[in-house]
């Protein structure tokens, strides 16, 4: 099973950018899907992005965040841009070896140990 390990995380102000890059073990990184999820205090896990040949976004999101790979590295990353005090949670990366992994966690196979994202107002 793939293993995912997450950096990247951080304090910034509101307004900055922050780029979190996730590496994945195995030879398989291709096939799978990566997703992006967050948590904040408090509340349930949620999707944020996922791409398996382009990405797709969650409303809160879309426009200020962008999901990438490198196959050849075995890297997912998110550039986040425009961050908002909201945006505060640890972010966790998973893979999904679905066709269609979609949004919810459980077609999310694999999942990181999570990297802190904390945005000041």
């Known amino acids: 099973q793939v293993q995912l390990v997450e950096s990247g995380g951080g304090l910034v102000q509101a307004g900055g950018s922050l780029k979190l890059s996730c590496v994945a073990s195995g030879r398989t990184f291709s096939t799978y899907a990566m997703g992006w999820f967050r948590q904040a205090p408090g509340k349930e896990r949620e999707f944020v992005a996922v791409i398996r040949w382009s990405g797709e976004y969650a409303d809160s999101v879309k426009g200020r965040f962008t999901i990438s790979r490198d196959n050849a590295k075995n890297t997912v990353y998110l550039q986040m841009n425009s961050l908002k005090p909201e945006d505060t949670a640890v972010y966790y990366c998973?893979?999904?070896?679905?066709?269609?992994?979609?949004?919810?966690?459980?077609?999310?196979?694999?999942w990181g140990q999570g990297t802190q994202v904390t945005v000041s107002s």
């Open positions: 998973a893979a999904s070896n679905r066709i269609v992994a979609g949004t919810s966690e459980a077609r999310y196979d694999a």
